[in-house]
């Protein structure tokens, strides 16, 4: 069984200037392989600082604590080999591969990540039920990644790679926005799936309570001002649907 832990993270983002300014105040957090935590705060609270900085984008700087997964410093692996050690970025904003289709994408991420290349024969097949699943085209498959993709095809794309890639930890930055309802639905429904497996730890970031009527979690955090303020049950997200997080920003 698989563990992320986050301790004590603090990072800032690079300016053009070359000056520090700090966004994450001391970030506690663990997530368990079959776990799914929300994380739920307003625009502007460091909730993608928090994603990117565990996934190593190269513009936010670490500037203490420590991130781990099973034990094994994450900070210290390349952005490619957090993905081989089973961490799983879905991008709030999904950047286009020119050039490579969606299959030759996906064949050649699994290679990474398992080390080896997918048996031919039963590959195609996985591929196929995936998409099936996602209710999506099989000619897909030939398209370029992200190339004209519309926002749920984006996210269809994402959840594809999930199911196949069977990553450890998965972090999903606003999966949600931009779906309409069946598109939330069909993405939802794959999320699930892949969390019945009980294989994956899920941090599931986002603004809107929208998501969390189709996918319970069984955590909630409260993002504020760059570190978590509050935490609870299912039931914090109720309250946050209600009440909004006006008084949080008070506090913070
Ligand atoms: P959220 O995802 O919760 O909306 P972000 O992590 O995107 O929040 O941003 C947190 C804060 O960091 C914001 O105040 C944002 O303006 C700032 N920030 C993030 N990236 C940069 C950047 N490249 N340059 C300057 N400020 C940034
Ligand atoms: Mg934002
Ligand atoms: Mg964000």
Redo the contacts with the bound molecule.
């Keep these: 069984m698989s563990t992320l832990e986050i301790r004590d993270l603090q990072v800032s983002?690079?300016?053009p200037d070359g000056e520090l300014?700090p966004?994450l105040n001391g970030v506690d957090l663990t997530v368990k392989a079959g776990e799914t935590h929300a994380i739920m705060?307003?625009?502007?609270?460091?909730?993608?600082?928090?994603a990117?900085s565990i996934a190593g984008h190269p513009?936010y700087e670490i500037t203490g604590g420590s991130v781990t997964l099973d034990g094994a410093d994450v900070l210290e692996l390349s952005v490619d080999e957090r993905a081989r050690a089973g961490l799983f970025l879905a991008m709030?904003y999904p950047v286009e591969v020119p050039g490579v289709s969606v299959a030759n994408f996906l064949r050649t991420a699994k290679t990474a990540i398992d080390g080896e290349a997918p048996k031919l024969r039963t590959w195609a097949g996985e591929l196929r039920g995936a998409m099936e699943k996602l209710e999506m085209d099989p000619s897909f498959a030939q398209r370029n990644v992200n190339e004209g993709f519309s926002g749920g095809e984006k996210k269809r794309h994402e959840i594809m790679q999930l199911e196949l890639l069977k990553p450890k930890v998965a972090i999903l930055?606003?999966t949600d926005s931009g779906l309409d309802i069946d598109a939330l639905r069909i993405v939802s429904e794959g999320v699930n799936r892949v969390r019945a497996t009980g294989q994956t730890g899920f941090l599931l970031?986002t603004?809107y309570t929208r998501i969390l009527r189709y996918i319970k979690p069984d955590f909630v955090h409260v993002?504020v001002g760059?570190k978590i303020v509050e935490e609870g049950g299912p039931e914090l997200g109720e309250q946050l649907e209600a009440e909004g997080y006006d008084k949080y920003k008070v506090r913070a």
């Design positions: 983002v690079k300016l300014k966004i705060g307003p625009n502007g609270s460091g909730k993608s600082t928090l990117y513009k709030q930055d606003e970031i603004h993002f760059g």
